[in-house]
């Protein structure tokens, strides 16, 4: 810190940094959610299972390969996932890299039909058992409320990328229903109008997945897909997901404000004299 005062260095953890290490901790607070990451991004493959989605994209070329045969006519967004330096297919997952984790939320929300139709084309057709398996796993997964709980947390990984200070303004855009000043809005992911909203392009997926309707796949006998969205709007689910997300939201932007503002306080620490004389010997 310059020119504060002349002999004092101080080393302060930056809002950055202290952003990675509470957006960690905060999925935390919420298992249905970090339950949904481990299983669409970040679980580790093990000798039964192939691990998260995209940890298993990442992993397998077969899979890979598969997806892009998939989604081939779809701009090559495969192509755009393996080679950016920032993508799933390229991180090593460390904890502190969420950026990793955005582009793969972000990836399915914008493409989840084509996810869908990939998951059941392996869940129906692949001879290895183990990889048919973890298909219809995942599809599990991809209920109705996950598909918008996926959408809800894509804004909100997104909106934690973004500099500390635009953070809480936008996230009281997508999610609150009281703006800054105390005025009553609606929250943008409730808003049908805000048609580039993840929540409403999976909306959008889902119905032209099931034409409105209830959405079933059976192969050779086998239910390998149920989707439950008969006359499913935004606003069916989303309410109950926004009490997922205002608690993840709350533990986040606490976080990073409470360790800043501890940062401070220790690095200042010595300079309380009252404080250090009644608490060390030196």
Not at 23 to 44: G, H, S
Not at 132 to 155: D, F, P, Q, S
Not at 165 to 180: G, K, T, W, Y
Not at 253 to 264: F, K, Q, R, T
Request: net charge negative.
């Amino acid at each position: 810190v310059d020119n504060l005062l002349p002999r004092l260095t101080a080393v302060v953890r930056c809002y950055a940094h202290s952003a990675q290490g509470t957006l960690e901790a905060c999925l935390d607070v919420d298992p249905e959610a970090k339950a949904l990451i481990l299983d669409l991004v970040t679980r580790f493959a093990s000798d039964s299972d192939r691990g998260g989605l995209g940890r298993a994209l990442k992993n397998s070329p077969k899979l890979a390969r598969l997806f892009q045969r998939e989604i081939q006519t779809d701009l090559c967004k495969i192509e755009e996932l393996c080679t950016s330096t920032n993508s799933c297919m390229k991180a090593n997952f460390a904890a502190q890299r969420f950026n990793s984790i955005v582009d793969v939320l972000r990836l399915l929300s914008l493409r989840i039909n084509s996810v869908v139709k990939f998951l059941i084309r392996v869940a129906g057709t692949e001879e290895d058992k183990k990889l048919r398996i973890w298909a219809k796993n995942i599809l599990k997964v991809l209920t109705a409320k996950n598909l918008i709980m996926l959408g809800c947390l894509t804004e909100f990984f997104e909106a934690a990328s973004r500099r500390a200070q635009e953070v809480r303004e936008q996230m009281s855009r997508l999610f609150d229903f009281h703006a800054a000043d105390g005025s009553q809005q609606v929250p943008l992911v409730l808003n049908k109008d805000f048609s580039r909203g993840y929540v409403q392009m999976i909306c959008e997926g889902m119905q032209e997945l099931s034409n409105g309707k209830s959405f079933n796949v059976i192969h050779e006998g086998e239910l390998l897909y149920h989707l439950d969205c008969y006359q499913l709007t935004a606003r069916d689910v989303v309410a109950d997901c926004l009490g997922h997300i205002s608690h993840l939201k709350a533990c986040y932007l606490n976080g990073i404000l409470s360790e800043h503002e501890a940062g401070l306080g220790e690095g200042l620490a010595p300079f309380d004299v009252q404080h250090w004389t009644s608490n060390h010997t030196d």
